[in-house]
């Protein structure tokens, strides 16, 4: 449906638009409209058609500079983003262009602040596009959503657990592995300090983290058992992995066969599938985030990036990933959908067969031109049909990427390279391993970075301020549940439900919201070479 003009045209053309987050520049095609709207397409717009643009700004009370750095004919827009003082920048091909540009901005802002038009609406440059919307990844609605839904367990707390070990740490807080003193089981502990969260704004993304993991069981994924909260901490009780990232294990060998890939990457597959039928997009798929679980099958952790309600043909927006691991359309700040798990997909599957990166540069903007325009180059030892996979999966345009179409999971299930799986026997985990961790106990960590287990467990005592904690109760609204049912047998029965529809897995990590734990430094081809600390890029 066609949304007219929010006003009279005064000014239109190509510009190119300097990214906030990834700074290169793209093309846009901007309206600038008498009541200050500045509207930016990927595409000229038909008239009268203006539904959905990549931007909206508002010019109104903005400040504008003429300037010729980072490039020539650029030009800034300074102004409010709700409370805060942001700039944009444009860049034009002559100064004439540029002058025009200039006094036409210039010219409807003094209007609007001349005439009073929107009198006691504040300034908000960079709101959110036609038809409204939240600024941030979940909407109100999804919030209350995702803060009321829990049972009321038993009351679960830090008491109940004896701690272990330092697994790892993050921005946030650090993973320890703790043994419950009624039962004597092992679990991963996740306890992350609610001021640091609340200080980052990432308490949308910490109860999202819970309401994924509350909502779904599958082989695959990394299974909570408790969460709660303290007066200043919010706590995961997740299952332990103890077998390691697969970042770890890839470090050591370099690369995997195939077969191995195959493996890894059909467990992947169906755990992601699950993820999609239920609504849900992972967002952040990369090695730090796949663990072996002690008899060698994949468990995806660390959740933080999920977003819910997102089925075929809804899309988001927000910018988040890793930067090797971003997919074209999130570098191209347009809408994107499930498709971009299927890149990530392909991101990590490379990684395996081919033991480097299939795009990759220690400066962020040759990486993210890479991966926008670089053709994937396969080692010639490749099978014809690993590589139609990798190709497949690593297609630029989400729309005719391998998965990209309403069956999801299937279309990458049914891919030639795949064939040798039975995907009920996968996802009843009788196809064994290839690679069985060579653990020797449940509290051997030999596969966790040796700076984090050396440590001893020590929490900060928490801050006695009464008001703080009860706002930061407020923050994390019914955040506790209990998990009184079988994991196993609850993944199970919702495969025999789906019978051969989308079994796939998904995964994040375990150690969501803190920063990567044990990571390695790449050489200048993206190859791990050392083992080092503190990998994770959040953007």
Request: hydrophobic residues 35%.
């Amino acid at each position: 449906m066609a949304e007219a003009a929010p006003g009279k045209i005064k000014k239109e053309g190509w510009l190119q638009k300097r990214g906030e987050h990834i700074r290169n520049w793209r093309d846009r095609y901007f309206i600038l409209f008498d009541n200050g709207d500045l509207v930016g397409f990927k595409t000229q717009p038909e008239r009268n058609n203006y539904r959905d643009p990549l931007n909206k700004f508002t010019v109104r009370d903005c400040q504008i500079m003429a300037v010729d750095k980072p490039r020539p004919y650029t030009f800034t827009i300074r102004g409010l983003q709700w409370t805060t003082v942001i700039e944009r920048n444009f860049s034009v091909e002559t100064e004439k262009e540029r002058e025009e540009w200039v006094a036409a901005i210039r010219s409807v802002s003094q209007q609007l602040s001349v005439g009073g038009a929107g009198a006691g609406v504040a300034p908000a440059f960079g709101a959110p596009a036609l038809g409204g919307g939240a600024p941030q990844d979940c909407d109100d609605n999804e919030m209350a959503q995702l803060g009321t839904s829990f049972r009321d367990p038993r009351r679960v707390t830090l008491e109940k657990f004896e701690f272990v070990k330092v697994l790892g740490k993050g921005t946030f807080g650090k993973v320890v592995l703790s043994r419950e003193k009624g039962t004597g089981k092992l679990y991963a502990m996740k306890i992350l300090r609610k001021n640091l969260i609340i200080q980052k704004d990432e308490v949308a993304h910490t109860i999202t983290e819970n309401q994924v993991l509350k909502n779904t069981k599958h082989p695959f994924l990394t299974a909570l058992r408790y969460s709660f909260q303290t007066a200043d901490r919010v706590c995961f009780v997740m299952e332990y992995a103890n077998g390691g990232e697969l970042f770890f294990h890839l470090s050591r060998e370099r690369s995997f066969s195939e077969e191995r890939t195959r493996f890894y990457g059909a467990e992947i597959v169906s755990a992601l599938g699950y993820l999609h039928a239920n609504g849900i997009i992972y967002r952040d798929l990369k090695l730090e985030n796949l663990l072996l679980d002690k008899d060698g099958h994949i468990k995806i952790a660390d959740f933080g990036l999920c977003k819910v309600n997102i089925t075929y043909g809804r899309t988001t927006k927000t910018f988040c990933g890793t930067p090797e691991y971003l997919a074209p359309e999130v570098l191209e700040d347009t809408d994107y959908g499930p498709a971009v798990d299927w890149w990530g997909v392909g991101v990590v599957m490379y990684e395996m067969a081919c033991g480097r990166l299939p795009f990759y540069n220690r400066d962020h903007e040759v990486l993210f031109s890479l991966i926008l325009s670089e053709e994937v180059r396969f080692p010639r030892a490749l099978s014809v049909a690993c590589r139609g996979l990798l190709a497949g999966l690593l297609t630029k345009e989400p729309a005719n990427r391998l998965g990209a179409g309403p069956d999801d999971a299937l279309e990458i299930m049914n891919h030639p390279f795949f064939a040798s799986i039975n995907w009920a026997d996968l996802v009843a985990k009788k196809i064994p391993p290839l690679f069985k961790p060579q653990v020797e106990s449940e509290t051997d960590t030999r596969y966790f970075d040796s700076e984090f287990t050396g440590e001893s467990v020590e929490l900060t005592p928490p801050d006695n301020d009464s008001s703080l904690a009860r706002i930061q109760e407020e923050q994390f609204p019914q955040f506790s549940y209990q998990d009184i049912c079988s994991s196993a047998h609850s993944a199970l029965s919702h495969h025999s439900a789906l019978g051969d529809k989308r079994q796939h897995t998904r995964a994040r990590r375990l150690f969501a919201g803190t920063s990567a734990l044990t990571t390695c430094s790449r050489g200048t081809d993206g190859r791990r070479v050392a083992i080092s600390t503190g990998r994770r890029h959040a953007s």
